[in-house]
């Protein structure tokens, strides 16, 4: 049966992961794009073995594991190395993401991704919810969280898309600007309209 998904993105330290763990603790199945893209690459799997061929034993760290420092300077640095890496692995992170949707139980199942709105995992979802905040809170949530420098995060959030064109894409919005206990209020109002949608799609099948 065709699953109804919702897809949770936003920039940075927008609060993605916390709201999230809200929908998580509602029941409702969490796939993370992040984790998705990082199974594909495991030790073992075929993909490992080509970014091996391709790119040479300095991408292995000694413990059989990918390094990934080590390959993102190979492709920050080459256009061409990263195209080659992106075609080797968006497939297969979209097949994993897909699967882990068709195994979800729950009445409906959310999709986080960073990038759902940058390339086609918006295409797996039937609704966005973007996770808004103001540049100055998350400047400050993410130095908090991550002990870097404010213009680390800066430089973070100019490579990203823009806060406005995110929300242009959205169907829902959650501004992600006072305390947990509001985010936690705000996911738990949208859990019910999608709990109704999921219900509507399922009755319409
Ligand atoms: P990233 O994309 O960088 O992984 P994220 O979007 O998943 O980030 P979170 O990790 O959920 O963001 O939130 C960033 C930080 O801000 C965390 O330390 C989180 O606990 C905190 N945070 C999120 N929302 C709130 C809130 N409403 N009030 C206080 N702190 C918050």
């Not at 809200?22 to 799997?45: H, K, P, W």
């Not at 949707?101 to 409906?108: A, G």
Request: net charge neutral; with cysteine; glycine share 6%.
């Amino acid at each position: 049966m065709k699953k109804f998904v919702v897809g949770v993105t936003g920039g940075i330290g927008s609060g993605k992961t916390a709201a999230t763990d809200r929908f998580q603790s509602l029941g409702i199945t969490v796939v993370d794009a992040d984790l998705a893209s990082r199974v594909v690459v495991e030790s073992g799997r075929p993909a490992l073995k080509a970014i091996e061929e391709h790119f040479g034993s300095d991408v292995i760290a000694p413990d059989g594991q990918l390094d990934r420092r080590a390959l993102r300077e190979i492709v920050f640095a080459d256009p061409d190395e990263r195209k080659w890496l992106e075609r080797l692995t968006h497939p297969l992170i979209a097949q994993e993401i897909l699967s882990q949707i068709q195994s979800s139980t729950s009445p409906y199942t959310i999709l986080v991704s960073p990038l759902l709105l940058e390339g086609n995992q918006h295409q797996m979802v039937d609704r966005i919810l973007v996770i808004d905040v103001p540049q100055d809170i998350q400047i400050n949530r993410t130095i908090r969280r991550d002990t870097t420098t404010k213009a680390g995060v800066k430089a973070i959030i100019a490579a990203q898309m823009q806060r406005q064109q995110r929300c242009e894409k959205a169907d829902d919005i959650i501004v992600n600007d006072k305390d947990l206990a509001s985010l936690h209020e705000a996911i738990d109002r949208l859990h019910t309209t999608y709990l109704d949608m999921a219900n509507a799609r399922h009755k319409q099948l």
